[in-house]
């Protein structure tokens, strides 16, 4: 099997590849996008972009782990206003753009997504975890995530994804409040709260106090995430968290994941993308499968 076998459609978009740049990473601009892009990801999320200019929290904003990074960026961006240019020149890379957006209600996010036009999808941020009244804000209430669903299908002409957040204790309820609002596809998980004291100071690390862990330890968080979203929804479900490689993509397909987003390994690589999907065709060549094969594997094994 070569790359070429590993071609798919996602809520009407074709990818070249199932791995994608997740948001937040290298999206602030539209070169590195392209530089992702070059790099061998099927897709790219671009930073999360609100109404006004934020220069996000006070540094120290990111803290490396054992385990993976803490961040607490604080969804730092120029507004979408000023972003319409990086856009057009991540268009260029030849690949699905998606804008990931951010707002405290739903007015926000129609505002943003009728005035940032061009992007080939919507990422919907209801699920950032250090945000102040936005992302985790207004990821946990099921209503307001299908009213602000429903405004941004509303706005868009492209599928609307919608990005949830781990920090719940139900996140099938807020998988299908997207649903219901009309969402093309559930992207899960964001990072899950975690927080880093320096003990020889007292002082908690990061500016914000707390931030959102990522990176290898929330793997299996995101799997069981995944896997519970695809048992109940309709729509297509995302995979993102802690994928270094392509058995981590293998075992997030598995789950149910039609695709994967790649975020705290481009901190290592940006080779990343080319290496997970060099391995997974590898890897479906030997087991003489294709790529929908082990889409939601592991519910099918547990009905045996």
Request: proline share 5%.
């Amino acid at each position: 099997m070569t790359r070429t076998d590993l071609f798919t459609e996602l809520t009407g978009l074709a990818l070249e590849n199932p791995t994608i740049l997740a948001a937040g990473v290298l999206g602030t601009t539209g070169s590195s996008l392209r530089r992702m892009a070059d790099s061998g990801a099927g897709a790219v999320v671009t930073k999360s972009i609100g109404i006004e200019p934020n220069p996000g929290h006070r540094n120290p904003t990111m803290f490396k782990l054992e385990c993976g990074f803490l961040n607490a960026m604080g969804l730092p961006n120029p507004s979408y206003k000023e972003f319409r240019n990086e856009l057009g020149i991540a268009k260029e890379s030849g690949v699905p753009v998606i804008a990931s957006v951010f707002g405290a209600h739903p007015d926000e996010f129609s505002q943003i997504i009728a005035g940032l036009d061009g992007a080939d999808a919507y990422e919907l941020n209801v699920s950032c975890p250090h945000a102040g009244r936005y992302g985790t804000a207004v990821g946990t209430d099921p209503v307001l995530v299908e009213e602000i669903t429903r405004a941004a299908k509303h706005a868009a002409s492209v599928p609307v994804w919608v990005k949830l957040t781990p920090n719940v204790t139900d996140i099938v309820g807020i998988g299908e409040a997207a649903q219901k609002g009309g969402a093309d596809a559930v992207v899960a998980i964001n990072t899950l709260r975690g927080m880093a004291i320096d003990i020889h100071s007292g002082y908690p690390i990061l500016g914000n106090r707390f931030g959102g862990l990522s990176g290898p330890a929330i793997h299996p968080v995101a799997v069981k995430c995944v896997y519970d979203l695809y048992q109940v929804l309709e729509i297509p479900v995302i995979g993102v968290g802690g994928i270094a490689n392509y058995q981590d993509a293998v075992e997030m397909m598995m789950a149910g994941a039609r695709a994967v987003q790649i975020g705290s390994a481009v901190h290592d690589s940006i080779t990343v993308f080319n290496e997970v999907t060099a391995g997974l065709a590898q890897y479906l060549e030997d087991k003489s499968m294709v790529l929908d094969d082990i889409i939601g594997l592991a519910h099918r094994k547990v009905g045996l």
